[in-house]
Nanobody, 124 residues
Framework: QVQLVESGGGLVQAGGSLRLSCAAS????????MGWFRQAPGKEREFVAV????????YYADSVKGRFTISRDNAKNTVYLQMNSLKPEDTAVYYC?????????????????WGQGTQVTVSS
């Protein structure tokens, strides 16, 4: 079965950096678009970033553009999210997700698989 396992979350001060990883198994990784969403307490799950099959194209939410970078290593079946200049409003559970064909990059209902999430907390 498909598994997406996130790691790398934690507590960091504002202005700091974290690198999230998501290891995928049970699927042909290079044939999936990979993405990251996040969900803060009391809020809906929101789009963060997505990367296409070969990593050639990436898309970001306006709120993270210029601070976050999504990348993938198809040889390792892993997608990454480098987060720099973190702000308290970035605090959330971050989820890795996969989809075979993108219909809407920002609609979580359009993705096929999800990880269990990793907590990111940014203190002020």
């Amino acid at each position: 079965q498909v598994q997406l396992v996130e790691s790398g979350g934690g507590l960091v001060q504002a202005g700091g950096s974290l690198r999230l990883s998501c290891a995928a198994s049970g699927l042909t990784f290079s044939t999936y678009v990979m993405g990251w969403f996040r969900q803060a307490p009391g809020k809906e799950r929101e789009f963060v970033a997505v990367i296409t099959y070969n990593g050639r194209n990436t898309y970001y939410a306006d709120s993270v553009k210029g601070r976050f970078t999504i990348s993938r290593d198809n040889a390792k079946n892993t997608v990454y999210l480098q987060m720099n200049s973190l702000k308290p409003e970035d605090t959330a559970v971050y989820y890795c997700t996969a989809v075979r064909a993108v219909v809407s990059i920002s609609d979580p209902r359009k993705y096929d698989y999800w990880g269990q999430g990793t907590q990111v907390t940014v203190s002020s």
